[in-house]
């Protein structure tokens, strides 16, 4: 039986309207008010916001304790767990925590490896991966056993998803390993940031022609460029993400005061033509440390006001 978390991105997905989300990342210290503030330009845009958890190894404050803040803001939040930190006793607990605070929302992860982050000397742990951390949670949920077979007493009723990368190499293989992540019990995906439309399209096909968009709601996650230095950057220095010389060009062809709402254009293009392919089931906006512009965002692109459901 799966324990239905009854959270709101939840309702919208199998409501079938398309849903959205955005994603906000805890500062490098303690200043919650920082937090708070970065929050509160998602507030009333989308279904609920992704919580990262130490995004490109860098130290955070927790993704539990700043989804805990985006839920007394009255936000729902996305909880994401990385394995790269912890065992399975942590990640275990982490989950039964999240659900006593009544998170309703995670994502699993990998997480970046520590050599890209500001503790290169930190020891990876991966004791499990995020397909593992998957197949963990959801048999918490729907079997109320632990990965030691321990009965758990409360089981966590959790909406749980997972990332997919449509970009790296080799390619055929990304909708393989997102198969196995659907498979060991991913309910949505979130995918990296899309820049590449004609080999993202190819991607759902592949999906589309595997079943998986029948099996599980996949989201099309879009980072709007704020100038052409950022995607220059974003073409060289990230790993798995194809950036097409077009966009490079038209950025480079306006005024660098002009370069951010260029981006915009793009993004929302971009979100327009996600929108339209067959087993998008929604869109996530990842507007990095640019939180003020996600309503301009998904006003232009028709995405607001959103949906109710009860």
Same mark, same amino acid.
Request: proline share 5%; aromatic share 6%.
């Given at each position: ?5 009854g ?8 409501s079938g309207q ?6 906000c990342g ?6 919650a ?6 929050a ?11 919580i990262t958890?130490?995004q490109t ?14 839920m007394?803001l009255g936000?729902?939040?996305?909880m ?10 942590a ?11 009544g998170?309703k ?5 990998t997480?970046?490896?520590n050599s890209?982050?500001?503790?290169p000397?930190?020891?990876n742990?991966?004791d ?6 998957l197949h963990?949670i ?5 079997d109320?056993?632990m990965?030691?077979?321990?009965e758990?007493?409360? #089981?966590?009723?959790? !909406?749980?998803g997972a ?13 393989v390993r997102m198969a ?6 991913a309910q949505f995906i979130?995918?990296?940031?899309i820049?590449?439309?004609?080999? !993202?399209?190819q991607f ?5 022609d ?10 099309a996650?879009?980072?709007?460029f704020?100038?052409v ?13 194809v ?6 060009? #038209? ?6 005061d002009k370069?951010?709402?260029e981006g ?14 067959k087993g998008?089931a ?10 003020e512009?996600?309503p301009e965002?998904l006003k232009?692109a028709?995405?607001?006001?959103r949906?109710?459901v009860?």
């Open positions: 039986m799966t324990m239905t978390a959270s709101n991105l939840e309702k919208i997905l199998t398309k849903a959205v989300t955005c994603e805890p500062p490098r210290g303690a200043d008010e920082h937090f708070r503030h970065k509160s330009y998602l507030k009333g845009i989308c279904e609920a916001v992704n958890d130490n190894a860098v130290v955070r404050f927790c993704s539990m304790a700043a989804s805990r803040i985006m007394d936000m729902e939040p996305v994401q767990m990385v394995t790269r930190d912890m065992n399975r006793i990640l275990q607990s982490n989950v039964l925590g999240a659900a006593a605070l998170i929302n995670l994502l699993c992860l997480g970046d490896h890209f982050g500001d503790h000397q930190a020891k742990v991966h499990l991966d995020s397909i593992q951390l963990c959801k048999t918490m949920r729907d109320g056993k990965i030691s077979g321990t758990v007493q409360g #089981r966590p009723a959790m !909406f749980i990332a997919a990368n449509p970009f790296a190499d080799p390619f055929e293989f990304r909708v196995k992540k659907i498979a060991a019990g979130q995918t990296q940031c820049y590449d439309m004609d080999r !993202f399209a759902m096909q592949m999906a589309n595997m079943g998986l968009t029948e099996k599980c709601y996949i989201m996650g879009i980072t709007p704020k100038s230095g950022m995607a220059n950057y974003m073409k060289k220095f990230v790993p798995g993400l950036v097409p010389d077009s966009y490079i060009q #038209r950025l480079r062809g306006v005024p660098k370069q951010g709402a915009i254009k793009i993004a929302v293009e971009q979100i327009q033509q996600c929108l339209e392919m998008i929604g869109i996530h906006l990842m507007a990095i440390e640019w939180e512009r996600a965002i232009a028709g995405l607001l006001p949906p109710k009860d």
